[in-house]
């Protein structure tokens, strides 16, 4: 079965400052890959998704992820980090089923 | 407006207690799914349903129960054997063509449960 590891359970960074959110996976085929974002007690939204085709995907709210098949990572990014990005990023592989990453808290600096 | 609805927000259970979440969805979704969240632990599969009247056991569904009698609506039992239940619990719906689940899985609001 597919997994998702999130190396980072927590990063701080000051507003302004550019952000990158790892993710690694392991799938036998080409995954399908997401990433969503979670405020406190709230549902999960989508913030972009790779199936195919050019692996540079742009997302919402400014933000863009890469899949690199050679190293299995789908890493999140957004050059400049505004005070309401805080929250928490989950990183997620469609394979047989969905699964998700246990999620890295993001915490914006003023 | 199409969505996912997921009730009660908050609900307490007493030790022995069965309690069921609802989950309905107007999307004409054919999949829906169950999640449960703990902190730092991201999200974990109870169960899932990909057409009515079938459903398939996630990662931990012991203690849990489902059914799906109407494509709209996923309602999760929460039973006396689930000995740690407190948790965040979110239900999930999508499209499902194809051979594949290309299509973008999309999460109700949760719901807070808590053992008292």
């Known amino acids: 079965a597919q997994s998702v590891t999130q190396p980072d359970i927590h990063i701080t960074v000051s507003e302004g400052a550019s952000l990158e959110l790892r993710c690694n996976y392991s799938y036998g085929a080409t995954p399908y890959l997401f990433w969503y974002v979670q405020s406190p007690g709230q549902g999960l939204q989508l913030l972009l998704k790779y199936f195919s085709g050019d692996t540079l995907v742009q997302g919402i709210k400014g933000f863009e992820a890469e899949f690199k098949r050679s190293q299995s990572s789908f890493n999140l990014r957004k050059p400049s980090v505004h005070w309401s990005d805080a929250a928490e990023y989950f990183c997620a592989v469609e394979g047989n089923d969905m699964r998700f990453g246990a999620g890295t808290r993001l915490t914006v600096k003023p | 407006d199409g969505g996912i609805t997921q009730s009660p927000k908050y609900l307490f259970r007493k030790e022995g207690q069965n309690v069921t979440l609802s989950c309905e969805q107007n999307?004409?979704?054919?999949?829906m799914y169950w999640y449960r969240q703990d902190p730092g632990q991201g999200l974990r599969l109870i169960y899932y349903s990909q057409i009515v009247n079938d459903f398939q056991k996630g990662d931990i569904a012991e203690g849990y129960s489902v059914s799906r009698e109407k494509k709209e609506s996923f309602p999760l039992t929460v039973t006396s054997a689930q000995k740690n239940p407190t948790a965040f619990y979110l239900c999930?719906?999508?499209?499902?063509?194809?051979?594949?689940?290309?299509?973008?899985?999309?999460f109700g609001e949760g719901s807070w449960l808590t053992v008292v």
């Open positions: 999307l004409n979704h054919d999949a």
């Open positions: 999930a719906s999508r499209h499902r063509t194809g051979t594949g689940n290309k299509n973008t899985i999309y």
